[in-house]
């Protein structure tokens, strides 16, 4: 059918030792982009890596430290505008912005990975189990994580966060509770996802053949099902990656965030800054703002690219436009929206035409 | 690839009706699910009582409270009596500021409707036709702007932009107000109003004043845009993608081989099919325009559920917060059961 989605999919074939490297994910669209489109991946490659280096670098960047109140010349002092000193000035709290900025990337990244991670597994394991033995644990699991899908992710990660530290944090247990609460959120996204993958790919004759010859349900599962239903994760994991900071940053904004002593969190100092912008003070503001939406642009133009990419019809060209079939059998998320999960519109369009 | 259609759906043949009751029956469940959900939730932790006064109050009177709003007793029962008062919409009382939950979801959901409707007309305004726009110029340099803008409004955290347009407009240009929905003068008429919505908008018509319309407008302007422009993006992404979509389809073709115009292709054939998947994906935004009401009313002041639900968060009133919760799981859930209905009156393949 789709000619281009079976190149990322193939299983352990004859091997191709040079270029194996190009078949990996993100290297492989990028090879495959064309203009503005490669523009797009590019810029949000260099985007987010500046992002991890900044987390892996910021004790050798940052001036300060991110709770530093004083130096040897005595107290910062509050709100003090930008100077040679304190290139972004200080917050209310007497701070250093940009230390603050540059220490916010290691929380934002610590909650990524953990949130991700941890979706990541559950989400995988529960959808392949779902998909794979349908049944009524099947229907009970699709009515739930359809009603958490329908629930605003906001909403639901206060819930989790109040249940979880009862909305008090430290560093980690901060970082614990958001990631935890971001991850609640992204289990029916991996469900879905996997689930749907999985009751199509249970219907190959390869698997059936697999039965035939007497192989146990677990190595069908890992061996045959999952290793072909995984060439969605990496664009659901860029539009996770993204979700999760601005959960993050919600949740600080909302006070439901880390200390400020125990880390750096953009939300809460964007929270702090709230009141500072009514009486004109911009730099409070501005520099955490911006980071949480550099942060995103890139993870989110990475994850744009590579859901083009993973679409024949949005890929540039004509020729090809014409030659493949409709969104629902190609996209990876239907109608390439970043909300729009695989059950919503994949389903209806199917339905029309069968 | 199709994610299971319901089997209820399979069997109903294209019968409307049976298909719209089952659908109709299908929101309960949903709701039940986040009902309950949430009440596990907030419970592990303790009792609300010791949540929001357990730093004020003695222990003896902590007990003394808890015993009389009946948390001491098996968690069970509290569900089961939680479900029951639900259903006959009683969502209990405030522990902070002593008032019924179902009058704070009234006075302040009124609010939040306002805003959400601002932002959705500037949502459709500005997205659909942007969206077509983009789908017209596909990959050229038109779009691509117009691709950028919606992921830049997509990535940037709405209080952020709210914080910025008050920057902007009402502390450096000074032509707009910072936050709230009126001056005290409004506010005063509004509360005076007899048999008022809670919609200022629609009050403020009623009471006919000019300056008060005027007033309830400007301040409405920056939430408005702020969640609107959210939303637009996405709208935008959508309208683009479908378009596209339905750009490629062979009566498309058959349509620029009789010589039809691209502008016509666009405004008329692809248009109109576009937007059956644009409605569904549209009630599933729902949650997130909701989701982001809740930021923007914290940043402009705008006394809705979302403004009342950090006050109340911070207090760590969690009575209030599962009540005004469990609305929001609610309006989700209809908005969703609506969104379907419109798409089968539009779209009787949908029906199945």
Known sequence: ?354 | MKPAPSRSRKRLGGNLWRYLIIRFLLIFPTIFILVTLVFVLMRTTGDPITAALGDRLSADQLAERIAAAGYDRPIFVQYFEYLGQVFTGDFGTTLSDNRPVIEVLFVYGAATLELAFYALVVAFAVGVPLGMVAAYFRDKVPDAFLRVFAIIFYAVPVYFAGMLMKLVFSVWLKVLPVSGRGTTNTELEMQLLEGKTGIYLWDALRIGDPGILGDVLSHAVLPGLTLGLLTAGIFLRLVRTNVIGTLATDYVDAARSRGVSEYQLVRKHAYRPALIPIITVMGLQIALLLGGAVLTETTFEWKGLGFQLTEYLQARDFVAVQGIVVLLAVIVAVTNFIVDVIAVLIDPRVRY
């Open chain 1, 1 to 354: 059918m789709v000619t281009i989605t079976q190149t990322t999919t193939q299983g352990p074939g004859p091997a191709r030792k040079q270029g194996r490297w190009r078949r990996l994910p993100v290297v492989h669209q990028l090879h495959q982009s064309v203009g503005i489109q490669r523009g797009m991946l590019v810029a949000g490659l260099v985007l987010t890596a500046l992002f991890v280096l900044a987390a892996i670098f910021a004790p050798l960047i940052a001036p300060y430290g991110f709770s530093q109140l004083r130096d040897e010349d005595g107290a910062f002092g509050a709100q003090q505008p930008p100077s040679p000193e304190h290139l972004f000035g200080t917050t209310v709290g007497g701070y250093d912005v940009l230390s603050r900025v540059i220490w916010g990337t290691q929380t934002g990244l610590g909650v990524i990975v953990v949130a991700v991670l941890l979706s990541i597994f559950a989400g995988v394991a529960l959808g392949l189990v779902s998909g794979y033995f349908g049944g009524w644990l099947d229907r009970v699991l699709v009515v739930i994580c359809d009603a958490i899908y329908a629930f605003p992710t906001l909403l639901l990660a206060i819930v989790m966060s109040i249940a979880i530290s009862g909305g008090q944090s430290s560093l980690w247990g901060g970082i614990l509770a958001a990631a935890i609460s971001i991850t609640v959120v992204f289990i029916p996204q991996y469900f879905r996802v996997i689930r749907a993958e999985t009751v199509r790919i249970k219907s190959e004759a390869y698997v059936e053949s697999a039965k035939v010859v007497g192989t146990s349900n677990l190595r069908i599962m890992f061996r045959h099902v999952l290793r072909n239903a995984t060439r969605t994760l990496p664009l659901i994991f860029t539009l996770n990656a993204s979700e999760a900071i601005l959960t993050l940053a919600g949740l600080g904004f909302l006070g439901f965030g880390i200390e400020p002593t125990s880390a750096a969190e953009w939300g809460v100092d964007l929270k702090a800054a709230l009141s500072d912008v009514s009486s004109g003070i911009w730099w409070t503001s501005i520099p955490p703002g911006l980071a949480i939406l550099l942060t995103v642009l890139g993870v989110t133009l990475v994850g744009e690219s590579l859901n083009d990419l993973a679409d024949p019809r949005l890929r540039g060209r004509r020729a090809v436009s014409a030659a493949s079939g409709t969104v629902a059998e190609t996209s990876v998320v239907p109608g390439g929206t970043l909300s729009a999960g695989p059950g919503g519109l994949a389903g209806l369009e199917n339905e029309g035409r069968p």
